[in-house]
């Protein structure tokens, strides 16, 4: 097995790439080796699985790959979203032909006769046409073998006028294929199955269908055989969207609770944080026009939107609020108020706007990331200039009363920072002196701190490597490395873990660094 990965620029869409490259491959699988299977996927986080499950049980490790592969295997794929349904195990069933050499000589036949003519008869073939009931259908002969007389009964060749079976010069048997990769689940042989979900899949929606179709079909599984969950990305997902739903919900509240305190009016508190839920619907429906998806950049984007959306309803507010303190009729207010903070209102929502849509401009995966976040809280930012403009002055007009709280709140500074203003214009050096030793000190720091590409994030699962001397053997490779399961196996923070260890891997980083390794996902 060897991976080849290839870097795309930016120049064409992803799906012309993919079928540029496809068209590209198949021009020259004629050129390689009989037997070799290409697969080009595009490398987007949808392609890594998302669910893995330990198929464990009292059972030899043959029978757990084939309920795995032919039960489990069906069934999950049947699930929309699910792009495919990775089966991996120790030991895989087979047919084994063990040919008797004396045997093969003395019928005058060969090793490649025998491969040759078991391939022949192991096949389906098309035989023709049958037009019937206005309709064409196609007639196929199967000559598929299905069971081990099937296979001894295979004519290799003919001597003297009699048909020689393969079962006259071989040993027809059941058995596994050559033992190059090692499974277990929770230390114990098992057989793993992945989930990877399509481009665009909802992973919240595919793992709880999986969940239940797993349980609707444990009654038709062998008793013997339990089925774990080893691995679950959706539910960091489920958990780290839902982290910040709950922190905009409870910004909502405290802007609300600081309206409150500094209005020192429920009337225009409540008028002025409707436009919290009406923005939030709102950038949703936008997010759908542009076919995005609730994520957690375009959850974060509306929850620092939180904080900016409620201020051009609070100035619209404050001002018609003032204006009929000063007596004016509750429309004339209302009119006289708006009008006034148009021009400020745009250009401050403008503002915020042109900042922010840079992002989602950026080319590549950096541009993907931040499309998300620019996106929703652009069409937050605009829908809450729209709301203040053109909503907020409707119950603003019905409900506002004028009274002398509101107003002191807003124009007369405290004592304290009144007293700190005149220090500070007095001493005008001082104040560009330690504007200055901040902004030097930022530029600092800014450069003693570590770079990367995303923040690390625990997902409660971790990673073992190890390293053996080059050229040990699977079994003793085994043998070292079930220490290590008996130690995480008694480790009780531990919920699952499985192993996977493979010689083709081996070889291939033994060829570079002389190492051999295996994966534990916790």
Known sequence: FRNVTGVQTCALPISYALQLMQ??????????PAGTQIRVERMTPSLF???????????????LRDVAMFQLRPLLSRIPGVSRVDVQATDEREVSVVV???????????????ATALANANQVTSVG??????QQFL????????????????????????????GDVAEVREGVIDRTTLVTGNGQPAALVSVARQIGGNILAIAADTERALREAAASLPSAVRVSKAYDLAAFVGDAVRSVGEAIVIGSLLAVFVLLAFLRDWRATFVAATTLPLTVVGAFFVLHLAHGTINLMSMGGLAVAIGLVIDDAIVVVENIHRHLAMGEPAETATERGTNELVGA?????LTTVVVFVPLGLLQGMVGQFFAALS???AGAVLLSLVYALFFIPVPAARLLRAHAGTGEGFERPSGAYARFLRVALA?????????LLVAALGGVLYFRLETGFLPEMDEGGYVIDYWTPPGTSLAESDRMVRRVEDVLAKTPEVAAFNRRRSEEHTSELQSRFGISYAVFCL
């Open 23 to 32: 068209g590209k491959v198949d021009e020259t699988r004629g050129d390689l």
């Open 49 to 63: 699985p998302m669910l893995t499950f330990n198929v464990t049980g009292d059972l030899p490790a043959t029978d």
């Open 100 to 114: 008797d050499p004396q045997k093969l000589n003395a019928a005058r036949l060969t090793l490649d006769q025998v």
């Open 129 to 134: 046409r049958l037009p019937k009931d206005y």
């Open 139 to 166: 007639v196929l002969a199967t000559g598929e073998l299905t069971d081990l007389d099937s296979v001894r009964h295979v004519v290799v060749a003919f001597r003297n006028q009699a048909p020689v079976y393969v």
């Open 345 to 349: 209102v745009v250009g401050s929502t």
């Open 375 to 377: 996106l929703t809280l």
């Open 427 to 435: 001493r005008p050096a001082w104040v560009f002196g330690v504007t």
